[in-house]
């Protein structure tokens, strides 16, 4: 049992009185407490493993009635998601814990020179989190946020100018930078490293990279806005692979399901068996060191239900990506009642690119069971297409895999 926990006995059990005080925190909450009922407070690992996680909405629930509010300094409010489901509430201290990711992962120092390009404000977290562990690291920072498409230019021909030496992003806002300044000739030869949370690490990027930034490497970091920064990892590691945090706990559940129990006494959020819909393994990082590191294998809420069929959304996205001249691919479902009207494949492609939409969707609905079926009396509900930009969210600056809108 205890062989699916990213920490063995000895080390995770003496601090899993914070978990029992989560357990007491969340017996509080009257839409919760009944599912508790009949479990006593985990003193082993197995005893935790025993209890039921917390799934979608439930520590919205929890933290609608807990409304925590750390013991010193400002309580920052933060929301994830909203892309593919309901956003989700958390809340962290100032600092945002980035003391204890500091502590064991330092991509950056005092002589970096480091843009923050994570989305700021709009209660999403990452930008300010990147900028307590900039503090810490006790670099320069530019502090730049968001741009639009017309800003590109400028800001690219500053960042060289300033010996930019490390940026930082979601892998979308990421691929943006990078594939405009690739397209434009830009050439950054003083960026090394690429820090990046919040969506999958897209290996697109690496092409990008190599051609306007030779020398830059990738420093990654896993967490949700519930969690906070669960795992990291180096240029030296794979990149779904993540070393835990000391006070992170992880465990692999039924059909590799991940979810996250914190250790640190100081976490705002009742964290206990929490799920974000990844899956994933315990194994050992090629890196070398010591310990369990997690491997993330990709959501499991990436699986959407079309016309009471199973769509793997991640399938098509990497089909069409393989195709010659396309960036990026996304699914964008169409809704009304509750039932799909029409799927679109959105395609993002390279400057001057043309790939042949009719043979790509040909090609789809022939392959794909589920597309075949559900559009069967239909197809011309089924379509792909080219467009200038992908459906993102505003806050947060993400692009995901799948979008569903509902039609008028």
């Known amino acids: ?52 996680p917390l799934v979608k909405d439930d520590l919205n629930v929890a933290l609608a009635h807990l409304e925590p509010q750390a013991g010193q300094a400002a309580t920052w409010l933060f929301q994830s998601g909203g892309s593919t489901g309901a956003p989700k509430v958390g809340y962290a201290p100032t600092g945002f814990y980035m003391a204890g990711v500091y502590a064991h992962w330092r991509p950056l120092d005092r002589d970096d020179v480091f843009v923050n390009a994570w989305g700021a404000g709009r209660m999403w977290g990452a930008h300010f989190l990147a900028a307590a562990l900039a503090d810490l690291c006790g670099c320069r920072i530019i502090a730049l946020g968001s741009v639009t498409r017309d800003e590109y230019a400028d800001w690219l021909a500053f960042f060289a100018a300033r010996g930019v030496t490390a940026i930082g992003g979601t892998p979308s806002v990421l691929r943006l930078w990078f594939a405009n300044a690739r397209a434009a000739g830009v050439r950054l030869p003083a960026l090394r490293k690429v820090l990046w949370l919040g969506e999958a690490w897209q290996p697109q990027l690496e092409e990008d990279m190599a051609a306007v930034a030779p020398d830059a490497r990738r420093w990654g970091m896993f967490g949700s806005t519930e969690t906070w920064v669960v795992g990291t990892n180096t240029p030296d590691c794979p990149a779904d692979t993540f070393h835990t945090l000391p006070e992170q706990l992880v465990h692999v559940g039924p059909d590799g399901l991940l979810d996250f129990t914190t250790l640190d006494p100081e976490m705002l959020n009742p964290v206990l068996r929490y799920r974000t819909g990844d899956a994933g393994e315990l194994t050992a990082c090629p890196c070398g060191r010591p310990g369990r590191a997690m491997r993330v294998l990709g959501r499991r809420d990436a699986v959407v239900q079309l016309r009471g069929l199973g769509l793997h959304v991640d399938e098509v996205v990497v089909r069409v990506e393989q195709e010659p001249g396309v960036a990026r691919a996304q699914v964008l479902i169409t809704e009304r009642g509750g039932r799909a009207t029409g799927v679109d494949v959105l395609l993002l492609t390279d400057p001057g690119a043309r790939p042949d939409t009719g043979r790509l969707r040909k090609e789809l609905l022939s392959a794909t069971f589920t597309l075949s079926t559900a559009f069967q009396h239909d197809p011309e509900s089924f379509r792909v297409r080219t467009v200038d930009e992908l459906v993102s969210n505003d806050r947060t600056g993400k692009t995901a895999a799948f979008v569903v809108r509902e039609e008028a």
Do not use: I, K, N
């Not at 062989?3 to 009257?30: M, Q």
């Not at 407070?41 to 025993?50: I, V």
């Open 1 to 52: 049992m205890t062989d699916v926990f990213s920490l063995p006995p000895d080390a995770a059990e003496p601090h899993l009185h914070v978990a029992r005080r989560s357990l007491e925190r969340l017996r509080t909450v009257p839409g919760l407490a009944p599912r508790y009922a009949g479990h006593d407070g985990p003193a082993t690992l197995e005893g935790l493993a025993a209890l039921p």
